[in-house]
């Protein structure tokens, strides 16, 4: 039985030779596992020994580079019951090799560690070291080129322990001078305590003892000069100590490539680095190898700060005197040293340094960095770049070159991929890469069936082997019964570098056979289907039926295979009696049956309506089905003094979603005929777009679409309570509706093209026209045929209709005014509106019942969104 280009044997021994070019040559596949060299291979035995794999982690090729060979898995007839088991272990193997893909390429991307865009090699290295990332698995691949020159971060920012303080205590070999404070302290025969400075002459006057001179003389000889004197004095009868106060300053010279040159007063106790750090350090054009330190026109020492940095060596840090001179030379010979040294950063040379000095002054060469083959690049005599490939193993006189001003050495990263592994992967206890040793074989990693996981396939396992010379791939079938149940040793096959076992798990393997429920049950879904599993099962699998669940039926629905293809059957159950065990009723179910808990017709654990404004008692209210509106008035204590039945609504949800579905149709019928007429014209003439008006069309076109329906259903409550009850309008309420009886409201606003847009105080027997007049009258622009009146009871009056008729007395005009839309005598809070005439609005000549299309929404939202002059004056309630 074989599969798989190309092919191992399953077992070892007896299998036929796979093929292989008459004369050897051809890798056989006789003979054990790993197949033979030579042969005819054309049914034979395979007739060489085994090739054994390598013993030795360096010998093994670096197999992540050179061709990858499609692998064709081919059916395997017979001991799985044909090629299904194998085409889904295809796909399962499939997936886990595109998850390990994704999974490497991911960590490829993935930022390193928080502060790596950081560019300072400094914060980086705070944040993770080389090794850190190693052991993370995040180590970058490719050289960092991003490298800084060697030392010059000392300096930025001036650390105070190297500020020479004027108190610390002083040497004995140093010289006193003028301006140095001496502090002598007497005790004995006469106790006294003298703070004396050293004048411009070097002396110092002394009670009782006169001048004393100590100026040019050491601490050490101003110490005994001065306990002598004492002493002569006072016969020998006191004791003393000679300490130094304030120290001197004095005057240095910091000059060439420093940050800032120029003159420093510091201690007398500074040295060669303290005047370097008062400078702020060389800039990286000045020598941090050769800094000079001249005194009377010679050069006394060179400092080189690499021997403070790499070796922590001080000795030529002298101390400075008055008027000495600190120059830095221009920075010598540089050469980068990047990738897997302890650091990389850009060194300058001194004499002749060789590559494997220059890899000492870097703290070596990490353990990641891969030293057989490592690369300069070098520029030739001013002209050209090339690149010289070297063994660190087998460094020479000859290959440990001398470095060159320019060089850039850069130090690799050794392979990510192990050279000795063998992997375990899959539905198992113990994931991962385990060790390679010759003579490995299955059972010395998959030690038991404690090793598996449960619901392991047992039938079929995998070994993914790459084959020598080209490392295509092959499989290798296990059988994991006959491995760990019945011993059979044949199946413990020896296993090669970077075989990799697949364990896979029974539900990748065969059809997922699962048992569905739907309704009134608290966890409805899909779950797995278990041999014997009963009607009661699935509903407590469920979570149990819910209090509203119609326990006397349910429908139960399954597919049935028949000859003549797949029958779909209805069952009708009884979820109470079989939650209760009851055997007729509680029969088996099969795989793929679908359960559907049905839920007691109108089941509503209580509705809720709102009852707000001037009702004695306003609030929440829960209803019974079909409670009309009277009812929950009278149980909200019926209407105050100041309610406005007139004003009244009924706010229902389901009003408010037809109405919301009907509104997008008129924004979206709005906005087709808005941008239609701009693209024809697009056509014609590109230029003639007018920008202004484009964005005015999309101001409009979003007001609108923020507008909410407030899904009012227009109710009257006019006249008492009793008259109301029985009414058309007393309908049902439902749960979720509001219902608002206002108070009573003594104004008429008006809106749109009038002179004023305002609220006027209601009139008893104020017409259209009178309020008209009060606002100014219409504009220019209006368009007086498409004025409205919105009713404060929901309803609209617009010019437009046809029955509006009669004669009326104006008491404002002191006239008749006879008939129309005009006469008409608004109520208390209704709202006049005056549309713009829409054909003098050039962006909205193409537009077809834009007044329509205007009153609709102010009637569906409450909220009038007017233009004037041609421009969106906002949106205003008007209700």
Known sequence: MTFGVPVFAQTGGGTTGGGGASGGGATGLGGGLGGAAGGTGAGGTGAGAPVPGPTVPTSLPDITGGPEIPVTLESIEGDFGGGKPLEQAKEALQKMIEDRRTRDAQLRTETLVPGMEDSGLRTRAQAASNFELYIWGRMPSDVE???????????????????????????????????DQLVITVWGATDARYDVTVDREGKVTLPELGVVYVGGLTFEE????????????YKNTVQLTVGMGALRTMKIFVVGNVVQPGTFEVSSLS???????????????????????????????????????????????????????????????????????????????????????????????????YTQRIQVERIFKNAAKGVLDLNLEALDEKSNIIMQDGDVVKIFSISQTITNPIELSGNCQRPGTYEWREGIRIKDILTGPEMLLPNTFFEFALIERLVPPYYQKAYVSIDLKKLLFEGDEDSNLELQPYDKIVIFDRKSMEDEENVRIAGAVNRPGSFEFREGMRLSDLLKLAGGLKRYAYREMGELTRVRLTQEGPVTERLLVNPGRAMRGDPDYDFPLREDDFLHVRQIPDYHVYRVVN???????????????????????????????????????????????????????????????????????????????????????TDLIAKLRAQTPMGRLTIRLWGPLESFKGSSDDIPMEGGDSLVVPERSEQVQVLGSVFNESAFVHRANGTVATYLRLAGGATEDADESEMFLLKVDGTVASARQPDISGVHWDPEGHRWVAGGFLSLRPDPGDTLVVPEEFDNVAWLQD????SQILLNIAVTTGVFVGIANGSIVGARTVR
């Open 145 to 179: 080129l991003q490298i800084t020159q060697f030392g010059y971060s000392l300096f930025e920012n001036n650390v105070i322990t190297f500020t020479p303080v004027t108190t610390v205590p002083v040497g004995p070999d140093y010289i006193v001078g003028p301006d």
């Open 222 to 233: 101003t110490k005994a000069l001065i306990n002598k004197r004492f002493n002569r004095f």
């Open 271 to 369: 040295t060669l680095v303290n005047g370097m750090f008062a400078a702020g350090g060389p800039t990286k054009n000045g020598s941090m190898r050769n800094i000079q330190v001249k005194r009377d026109g010679k050069t006394v020492v060179s400092f080189d700060f690499y021997d403070f940095l790499l070796r922590g060596d001080k000795s030529k840090d002298i101390r400075l005197l008055p008027s000495d001179v600190v120059f830095v030379p221009p920075v010598g010979p540089l050469v980068g040293l990047a990738g897997n040294v302890n650091t990389p950063a850009v060194y300058e040379l001194r004499g002749e340094t060789r590559l494997q000095d220059l890899l000492d002054m870097a703290g070596g060469v990490r353990a990641t960095g």
């Open 611 to 697: 009852v707000i404004g001037q009702v004695k008692f306003p609030g929440a209210y829960t209803i019974r089905k079909g409670e009309p509106v009277s009812s929950v008035i009278e149980r909200a204590g019926g209407y105050t003094a100041n309610a406005y039945l007139k004003g009244a609504m009924l706010r229902r949800a389901s009003v408010a979603r037809i109405q919301k579905n009907h509104l997008e149709q008129i924004i979206d019928r709005l906005e087709f005929q808005l941008i239609r007429p701009e693209g024809a014209r697009a056509l014609i003439d590109s230029n003639a777009v007018d920008a202004q008006a484009e964005q005015r069309k």
């Open 847 to 850: 537009i077809r019942d834009i």
